[in-house]
């Protein structure tokens, strides 16, 4: 799954995704938000500290 690998694809790639599963981007852009937003709500309620985005330290793929 392309979230576990990155959850930030660029645009681009959020085009590319929609294409292979043949929906429009909207579709896919906004899964992918509402993914991260349950994801941060899960890490929450577990106690776990939430994941800043950005710095690009441990980051795969940069």
């Keep these: ?6 959850n930030f ?3 681009v790639e959020q085009v590319a995704i929609a294409s292979q599963l043949g929906v429009e981007y909207p579709v896919v852009k906004t899964w ?8 941060r709500k899960q890490l929450k309620e577990e106690g776990e500290p939430e994941r800043e985005r950005g710095g690009g ?3 795969k793929g940069k």
């Design 32 to 39: 992918f938000q509402n993914t991260r937003k349950n994801m």
């Design 9 to 11: 694809p660029e645009p």
């Design 1 to 6: 799954m392309h979230f576990e690998y990155n």
């Design 57 to 59: 330290v441990g980051v």
